[in-house]
């Protein structure tokens, strides 16, 4: 099951906090489903990876959402809204280069983190 989800090639994990606290819930609901839209057009997340999605309901940031955070950099992402999720998906996920404008927090995991 887990490989019909790209589980085994995957190279980042994307978590979309969908509020309420941080975005109404309907503007967080409306930024997951562009972002799983476009992840699938773009053929991103699927059984050959390369990207894992993930909504939440609350990064505990609360405050300029909706908040993103993309590992394995740990980039976090203030504004995530459609247009937002856009250019992470194309200048991060695609093109590897980190959002500046929007990045507020970065907390890289330990590259040797599957040795332990
Ligand atoms: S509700 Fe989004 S980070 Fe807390």
């Known amino acids: ?3 019909k989800f790209g589980v085994g090639k995957l190279t980042r994990h994307l978590f979309l906090c969908i509020g309420p606290n941080c975005i109404e ?8 489903d562009y972002l799983k839209k476009r992840l699938k057009q773009l053929n991103l997340a699927g ?3 390369p990207c894992y999605r993930t909504k939440c309901d609350c990064l505990r ?3 300029d959402g909706p908040i993103c955070v ?12 459609p247009e937002n999720l856009e250019r992470i998906i194309q200048q991060h996920l695609i093109g590897g280069k980190v959002v500046e404008e929007l990045c507020f927090a970065r907390n890289p995991l330990a590259p040797d983190s599957s040795d332990r």
């Open 1 to 3: 099951m887990a490989a």
């Open 25 to 32: 819930s309907e503007q967080g609901q409306q930024a997951w």
């Open 47 to 49: 059984s050959d990876g």
């Open 61 to 63: 940031i609360c405050i």
């Open 70 to 81: 993309v590992y394995p950099e740990g980039t976090w992402y203030k504004q995530a809204n």
